[in-house]
């Protein structure tokens, strides 16, 4: 851990800001924001100060001694016996099925996408990016936003066991439903259930670590203003999804059914219109310090429209 890193990680637990710390030892908060981020080293004199400020030694806070330093983050053991449950139940659904004469292709084909690309693929990705230190692949990662190394590993360490329970749940209830009771057809349900504690595990993360995983108060503050506009996004995409399997069903449209085509049109639409309102909000929210009103106008008027196609969706 660097002297910078270092700076951060006492400055945080003591729950002191870059501008407070920089009040106390007499320097500007760009000068903090430079020792932080690696850009700049604090002198002789400054270092004295610190140490003092946060009540520890000169050899601790220059990283001789590190009683105090946590041990390096991994991917809990939990992870990989979680990838290798999905695939036991995977192997499993295929062997009992197959022996009861119950198996079913379309079942096997929902097992394999949860368990293979939904869970073992993203359980190696998030495993590398522990190892790595690298988190280009995470959605969202801004390599221009300095990031606290530590936390981020701790938070895609987070995501893989939370994201893995859930799919591991999932595919067991999805798995024994076919096996015993093969007449109850509620697969469907159930991977709407899935996908909404998928994406509310991946939120409830994201509020867990939203303001630890940056080393500029700024960059945490200005994520946390991003939260609200990012679950109205995943909302809007879920009741365009759900609403379009809703209307079909209640219309009776079949697979075939050239009539249908319109309906799913005005489904991309309404998501392409939420994806667009939160790609213009993220932008706002770079440039701005303290953004004012709390969603701007382009976000808002998106969203009016993709509900308006939602709505335009149950008409045709």
């Known amino acids: 851990m660097t002297v910078g890193e270092k700076i951060s990680v006492l400055r945080k637990e003591s729950g002191i800001s870059q501008e407070k710390l920089a009040e106390l030892v007499g320097v500007s908060r760009q000068a903090v924001t430079k020792w932080e981020s690696g850009k700049g080293n604090p002198d002789t004199e400054n270092l004295i100060r610190i140490s003092e400020i946060f009540g520890v030694?000169?050899?601790?806070?220059?990283?001789?001694?590190?009683?105090?330093?946590?041990?390096?983050?991994?991917?809990?053991?939990?992870?990989?016996?979680?990838?290798?449950v999905s695939l036991l139940i995977l192997t499993a659904y295929c062997i009992i099925g197959g022996i009861t004469k119950v198996f079913s292709g379309e079942i096997l084909i929902l097992l394999l996408i949860l368990a293979i690309p939904m869970h073992c693929f993203t359980h190696l990705i998030f495993w590398g990016m522990v190892k790595s230190g690298e988190f280009s692949m995470l959605a969202g990662y801004d390599d221009s936003i300095k990031y606290d190394t530590e936390m981020m590993k701790r938070y895609v360490a987070g995501l893989d066991f939370m994201t893995g329970f859930e799919t591991v749940s999932y595919l067991f209830l999805i798995a024994a439903t076919s096996l015993i009771v093969p007449e109850f057809d509620i697969y469907g349900i159930l991977i709407i259930m899935y996908i909404i504690s998928y994406v509310a595990g991946i939120f409830f993360m994201g509020f867990k670590f939203g303001d630890k995983i940056y080393s500029?108060?700024?960059?945490?503050?200005?994520?946390?203003?991003?939260?609200?506009?990012?679950?109205?996004?995943?909302?809007m995409m879920l009741i365009s999804v759900f609403g379009f399997m809703l209307f079909f069903e209640l219309k009776d449209y079949k697979n075939n059914d050239a009539s249908v085509f319109p309906m799913l049109g005005t489904m991309f639409v309404s998501i392409g219109f939420a994806l667009g309102g939160y790609l213009a909000e993220s932008?706002?929210?770079?440039?701005?310090?303290?953004?004012?009103?709390?969603f701007g106008k382009p976000f808002v008027i998106c969203n009016v429209l993709a509900f308006a196609a939602i709505v335009a969706m149950a008409i045709l």
């Open 216 to 235: 500029d108060p700024s960059d945490a503050k200005r994520a946390k203003r991003g939260l609200p506009a990012s679950v109205i996004l995943v909302v």
């Open 57 to 84: 030694s000169m050899d601790e806070l220059c990283g001789v001694c590190s009683e105090k330093a946590k041990p390096e983050p991994k991917i809990h053991i939990m992870g990989h016996i979680l990838a290798l």
């Open 283 to 294: 932008r706002r929210l770079k440039k701005e310090e303290d953004p004012k009103p709390f």
